[in-house]
């Protein structure tokens, strides 16, 4: 692939964005975007718009979005892979840019999911797992991750406090980022103690739904070089996937291939291994999930996450700091703008600009996104 | 853009497919690609599938149909772009194996639309128009497209009669091709007197709801050499976007700006002019949209459609035969497998296997994709 940088990077206020409808919020990080990169709108060639479906009425999104956001008649279409949707979305971006098919491209993650019920909001998420063979059997997500933690605590001994520490840390690292949708730090009592929504995870094992929008540039190198003081080069991109089904998955339910595998590429392309990461942001769907995520991105050895976790290497001051943003489970999790917004996260800790979260001298990062209940596994390698 | 063909394409059969789940209908159209490029799965990269959303309860279909394909862990993910959905994926899968992040890539077009009631289908359809301004006051895409039609009857004196035409040729075609959902011929008063839906379009006006799959298969310049004896050039590819609401257009609803900011791209692309055009397929989702696009694409002057049409220059032997498979109106449109099958059609065309329906010599095809009310403009050019 040739030269591909993030010249800038725009991100909305997560949350219940009762004042925003889903154009406005692809918009407002958008504009930030464009603010980021000191550009204007007329330097983009093309715009991306990544979000799951059925969340709101509007079918076929990109349509309204790259109207909104004045952009016509430039190419714009849909790009799916449930959670993963605006990570997958980044290494489209790169490969349309790397073929010259365009210069400059606008990747949106976006997801308005907080006017439907949350009953409606359960069943839509099973439904991105097999309908066929599963989802009518009662598999919602919490569902689906539950069978994994359980499958990790029998084999390896992970207790309900190592993943509530996820939670705690996460919450922590939320508190400094405004953008989060949970601002308030928790004490592992409050997760231990929270209503159980599927055993072992409780309440505050779990993201939230939520509103809200993240917005990537990317150039080709030329580009990136002539418009950018500090570009971010994307470095490692890998996509791997899984049987929908957990029934067609092999082995324990204590990792995820598509994470290995997709890390394998993406360290390969970049030429690094897991310790040269310098700070990461992994999908935290549920506590649990950060957990298997350190072990199958080669953070820990298999059923040594939780480990990490009691050592602190995962904070700032750490091994690899792991979420210092909020994570999903601080800034809630707008499925279409999350890899997106990791990868923003990404973007101003390289560049040196993320205040009190700040990895000292970042320069290798790495985002890791997972699709649904594990189909889509997408990691990036992003580098000063 | 580097060198890219297609070495394989598969089509199953179009119409209310009662036999065939959604995951079964790729496969049917994926095996037969395979068979007709003669390869075996494990030759394949990746997948990239492509469907419009809501049409049937399985969200994120690319997790579900990768696993039935047997292509897990290879990476997938859905492209959507409405009616357009395909022709896009042939255009993402161009860039994927440009920058050489992969070789060969399985487009894989495919939608079950028949299951659910017609009241609902065109409540979704109304909904890939914009959900805020307009299609809330009754815009289905009968009545879009409608406006279009009275527009250009306003303008140009375009008749009832005219637009019958399409109908009458592409069924006509539909007969000669098995895939079709509609293979008996019709008369230019079945046209008129079939029932209104919205005026001028009557039913036999319309393309219909279908089930169905299509897919390509897509390679880099050095395996399509070594693969195929018969590799068919992705020569010119040309993406556009207007406002999704009609309000936002400029001028009169006489043509899309899509389709002709696509085919600029395209020709120019493809360092052809529409003249050098052996054999097309367009986006005939109405009759009327036929008329139109011959005047998008540069086959007539702007007001001259209804004339190719009176005088065959759109028929077997005419200067650009056009929908010689028997187009949308035929074939019935299963909306993402609709682009995929008109660059199958032109696949067969060029490689002089389309029997019956075969143009002469035909060297250059042109596949040109519209995707809900115009939101979207998708061209391709293909060179033997």
């Known amino acids: 692939m040739g030269k591909v940088a993030i010249i800038g990077v725009g991100h909305s206020k997560f949350g219940k964005r009762s004042d925003a409808s889903l154009r406005e919020l692809a918009f407002e990080a958008y504009r930030a975007a464009l603010g980021d990169a000191e550009i204007e709108s007329k330097t983009i060639d093309a715009s991306l718009v990544c979000s799951a479906t059925h969340y709101d009425k509007q079918r076929s999104p990109a349509g309204v979005i790259n109207e909104y956001l004045g952009l016509n008649p430039k190419p714009t279409f849909n790009v799916e892979a449930a959670c993963a949707s605006s990570a997958v979305g980044l290494r489209t971006a790169s490969a349309l840019i790397s073929s010259k098919l365009h210069d400059i491209v606008a990747v949106v993650g976006v997801q308005k999911m907080t006017e439907l019920p949350n009953e409606e909001i359960q069943e839509l998420m099973g439904r991105a797992g097999d309908v066929m063979w599963e989802s009518p059997f009662g598999t919602t997500m919490p569902a689906y991750y539950a069978m994994y933690a359980t499958a990790h605590m029998s084999r390896y001994g992970t207790t309900e406090e190592d993943m509530a520490r996820v939670s705690v840390k996460n919450r922590a690292y939320g508190a400094k980022n405004p953008d989060a949708m949970f601002q308030k730090p928790i004490l592992l009592e409050d997760v231990l103690n929270s209503r159980m929504v599927s055993y072992p995870l409780k309440l505050f094992d779990c993201c939230a739904n939520a509103d809200g929008a993240a917005c990537l540039i990317v150039a080709n190198g030329e580009k990136a070089r002539k418009l950018s003081d500090s570009p971010v080069w994307v470095a490692g991109l890998g996509l791997a996937s899984s049987p929908m089904s957990l029934a067609g998955r092999n082995g324990p339910l204590t990792s995820f291939e598509v ?78 703008a999350t890899g997106a917004s990791q990868i923003a996260t990404l973007v101003h800790q390289i560049r040196g600009e993320a205040g009190k979260s700040q990895v000292d001298g970042a320069k290798v990062g790495l985002a890791q996104n997972i699709g649904g209940i594990g189909m889509y596994g997408c990691v990036t390698v992003l580098k000063a």
Not at 263 to 280: K, N
Not at 291 to 296: A, Q
């Open 259 to 336: 994470s290995k595998k997709a890390a394998r590429t993406a360290y390969a392309m970049a030429r690094i291994r897991p310790e040269d990461v310098d700070v990461a942001e992994v999908h935290d769907s549920f506590s649990i999930t950060e957990i298997l995520n350190y072990e199958d991105l080669g953070f820990a050895k298999p059923g040594r996450g939780a480990k990490l976790l009691k050592d602190h290497e995962t904070e700032l001051g750490g091994k690899t700091p792991v979420n210092v943003d909020g994570g999903l489970i601080a800034k809630g999790h707008p499925v279409g």
